[in-house]
């Protein structure tokens, strides 16, 4: 018997059972999945794990479909998707954040590949049942982790929302909860069907299942999940093909009273939970802000959207100026909605495609249920699952994240495949032929695909881990180091706007300002208003004196981003540009908003969302432009207003600098007046004012009180206050001339003198 060659071999690949087995590897993978090495522990690599090895099952499978002559299944819904994939596909061409569109037009790729290889390997009842089992094994791992969590036993260093909310391998509560919620009315029909072990297992996981729901503290996911039960409770009274039994009511009445006493136990902060909900406060509020800037965003491209993926790209351009004061959230990746995301990314149409698909499904699975007896069950529970994830998706990111819109979609394909598994692949008859040189070309081709997708992705890989340690070395203080380490982040991916925007802010502060305009200009065509980087670019413009650029950044940071900072800054372009009615409405806004600031102590934190941010002390700062605005109102001529200004910042703890400009305004108000013989009285007591602060030369305070009381007729309080300038500034001539005036006037020798202005 001959050996068989190495092409016959690999050809074995790619039949039926090992695509199956690739499929089980994903399953079980992608929910548990993490790196400790990464920056963010588990949402990148689970991206990477499930887009490498459905892409490589695709290929495989394309590439034995190809040998053997065999057709595809018939692919459900396949209009839809192709539609939803070629507009994903057109807005590479509508918007030139290409990186952006590629990053999601993969995801959902990765999506439509997984739905194929469900439907083409998932189509005899016994995978169903072991794909059932692999999926109550998963979850029963997810739960067991999340309930270790809220003891306090952590696999890897993540910090959760807070101590109540768990997150599992997900690393973020919102995203377990919507792998639960999809899950759980599976496992609930699995205990009505039959108490058998998959049901006791079922039983076990579903208790566990419920309370981790619990303590995510995920609001939206249980809303989702109340109404998948209502809408599995009208299936069930439609399907009428089991019977209850004792078994399956003590389960479901012990479940039912461990998750009672969960409720009772950890009531007030459930109670919380649901209180913001019904206050419309906390995380509540912020989304409703979030859907505030979206509808703004959907209505500059209604129809066909800003294009895929570039949903955080676009939206920093329509938020309003107070929005990151209501929303302390630095970067918006999401909208909290995934409606709203597909109608601000893909327009009406695409959400028309979205809504066509899910509606096509749902009516593939009502029809299965009313004419068929067999697998009822289980599809009326699969059904609730994806049902719960929908309702939930009205409110959180689930479907946006590789870890939960995966088992989103599979069980998609799965109760799909479950429906159509009676049509069987169209197989072209083959004799048995020799191995042609058409055989290597396709396994060539396709082994060199698989290798391209994975290079791609341990690249991202890579980034990421020097992504990681460079944030880290930047929290140790080791800046230079740091930089090191996400240039290599940057060498692995060009297109990681945090690596870029990191440099570009450490380059600027080393003062290091060409290099900082290269990362910044790196930066705007991947993310133009990424984070908070016109502080940034404002900052830069405004060391290097040029303050148009400056001034462009900073009004566009005030757009954005109307924090107190950006729009002192803007008022100091202005105030060096002598534009003094622009400066005071900018600096009036920032003394409006830090009055409250100067009550508080110590310093509150400044938002601490993202990275990094310019050096400014705010409580300094704020004084300051109480300062910078009576200056303006100065040189307008508003001295009221000035020292209106003045007097509110009087009992604060300025530094020497402030005190010096304070004392010069009032002593130059003083000044003015005695030089206009106005207001003299006001000027006297403008003169005591500068004496209570410790100004660094006191003998312009005595010269100008001195003036006052001249313009007044007081000639010997004038000769007092002079000779005191005098004694602090013996070789200044111009006070002896002017205590040589005074003199006369004391003996007699009156005569009008024009006073000069004002010498600082």
């Known amino acids: 018997m001959s050996k068989p060659s190495i092409f016959k071999r690999i050809f074995d690949l790619t039949t039926d059972k090992a695509l199956f087995i690739g499929l089980l590897i994903l399953l079980f993978g992608v929910p548990i999945i993490f790196s400790p090495y990464t920056q963010c522990t588990v949402f990148l690599i689970k991206t990477v794990f499930f887009q ?85 094994f998963v979850t029963l791992a997810v739960c067991v982790y999340g309930i270790l969590q809220r003891v306090g036993f952590y696999l890897f260093n993540w910090v959760p929302a807070s101590g109540f909310r768990i997150s599992s391998f997900y690393g973020n509560p919102n995203l377990l909860a919507t792998h639960l919620v999809a899950v759980i009315p599976l496992l609930f029909v699995l205990i009505l069907k039959k108490l058998n072990w998959t049901g006791i297992m079922a039983g076990a996981t579903l208790g566990l299942a419920l309370v981790c729901l619990i303590f995510t503290g995920t609001r939206s996911s249980w809303i989702g999940f109340v109404g998948s039960l209502v809408f599995l409770f009208f299936l069930l009274r439609w399907v009428k093909t089991f019977k209850l039994n004792w078994k399956a009511l003590l389960t479901l009445g012990i479940i039912f009273l461990i998750v009672l006493s969960i409720i009772i136990i950890n009531w007030d902060i459930i109670a919380g939970r649901i209180s913001q909900m019904i206050s419309f406060s906390g995380s509540v509020s912020i989304r409703i802000h979030l859907w505030e800037v979206t509808f703004d965003l959907i209505k500059s491209a209604p129809i066909l959207g800003t294009g895929l993926g570039t949903f955080p790209v676009e939206f920093s351009r329509f938020k309003y100026p107070d929005f990151n004061l209501e929303v302390p959230i630095e970067n918006i990746l999401n909208a909290h909605n995934e409606y709203l995301e597909i109608l601000a990314e893909m327009g009406i149409l695409g959400l028309v ?42 409110f959180n990111l689930g479907l946006r994240w590789t870890g939960s819109a995966f088992i989103f979609w599979f069980l998609i394909s799965f109760t799909l495949s479950m429906i159509s598994n009676e049509q069987k692949s169209k197989k072209t008859p083959t004799k048995q032929k020799k191995i042609t ?130 729009h ?128 660094s030369h006191p003998e312009m305070i005595h010269n100008t009180f001195a003036w006052v009381y001249f313009k007044k007729g007081m000639f010997k309080k004038a000769k007092e206050q002079m000779q005191k300038a005098l004694e602090l500034s013996p070789e200044n001539q111009r006070y002896r001339k002017h205590l040589s005036i005074m003199e006369d006037a004391l003996r007699g020798k009156f005569k009008k003198v024009k006073m000069g202005d004002f010498e600082e």
């Open 437 to 566: 040189l058409l055989h290597p070309v396709i396994y060539a081709m396709a082994i060199l695909a698989i290798f391209l997708i994975a290079f791609w992705h341990i690249r991202m890989y890579q980034a990421n881990v020097h992504l990681s340690k460079g944030e880290s070395l930047l929290r140790k203080g080791k800046k230079a180091e740091a930089i090191s380490e996400l240039e290599k982040s940057w060498d692995k991916n060009p297109f990681c706007e945090v690596a870029v925007y990191l440099l570009g802010c450490l380059n600027l502060e080393q003062e290091r300002f060409e290099e900082a305009k290269s990362w910044f200009e790196r930066l705007e065509k991947l993310s133009p208003h990424f984070t908070n980087v016109h502080e940034w670019k404002g900052q830069l413009y405004f060391r290097l004196n040029e303050l148009t650029m400056a001034e462009r950044e900073y009004r566009l940071a005030t757009k954005y981003r109307g924090t107190i900072f950006n």
């Open 52 to 136: 490498t090895v459905v892409f490589a099952l695709f290929i495989l499978l394309v590439a034995g479909k190809l040998l053997r002559k065999e057709s595809f299944v018939s692919i459900p819904l396949k209009v839809p998707l192709f539609l939803f994939l070629l507009l994903g596909f057109l807005s590479f061409f509508r918007t030139p954040y290409h990186h952006a569109v590629l990053e999601e037009l993969l995801k959902f790729l990765s999506y439509f590949c997984l739905y194929v290889l469900v439907l083409e390997t998932v189509r005899d009842s016994k995978r169903r049942k072991v794909v059932i089992n692999a999926l109550i």
């Open 353 to 394: 495609i979205f809504l066509w698909f899910l509606s096509g499904f749902f009516g593939y699975a009502f029809r299965y249920i009313k004419n068929k007896k067999e697998q009822r069950l289980i599809v009326s529970g699969l059904i609730s699952g994806v049902t719960a994830v929908l309702v939930g998706s009205l």
């Open 568 to 695: 002192d800054m803007l008022g100091k372009i202005y105030f060096l540009e002598k534009r003094w009615d622009l400066a005071i409405e900018q600096f009036e806004f920032v003394c409006q908003k830090g009055s409250e600031l100067l009550k508080t102590s110590p310093e509150p934190p400044r938002n601490k969302t993202l990275e990094l941010k310019p050096e400014y002390k705010e409580k300094y700062e704020v004084t300051c432009a109480f300062i910078y605005c009576a200056s303006c109102y100065y040189q307008l001529g508003e001295y009221l207003k000035t020292i209106q200004k003045l007097e509110q910042i009087e009992k604060e703890p300025l530094t020497s600098p402030q005190i010096n400009s304070v004392v010069q305004l009032y002593v130059k108000i003083a000044w003015k007046y005695a030089q206009r013989e106005v207001n003299l009285d006001l000027a006297v007591k403008l003169c005591h004012k500068a004496f209570e602060f410790e100004f």
